[in-house]
């Protein structure tokens, strides 16, 4: 099991495999999300301890204003369980 460090607050929770940077984060269920820009964020460390992004996901991304390329958004992501990883919340979730 890793563990996902959410910035701002600064706050670490246990993250095992195939969990929903979304639940983690405390944002809800994925499946029951609207997504947009409200679950953007930045991954800050441990990139490769997370899913792939799919063309869906890339799809929304090009469509919210200040995405960069540690850009993903909570509700399409999910923690492998192979590294820790770091996120800084861009938007409320």
Known sequence: MSTLTILPANRT?????????LSLI???????????????LFVLEGRKGLSKMTSDENSKLDMIVGVGSKSRLACEATVLGTENVTVEILSHV
């Open 13 to 21: 929770v246990d993250a095992p495999e195939g969990a929903a940077l």
């Open 26 to 40: 405390g944002g809800g269920d994925p499946a029951e999300h609207k997504c947009g820009d409200a679950c953007h």
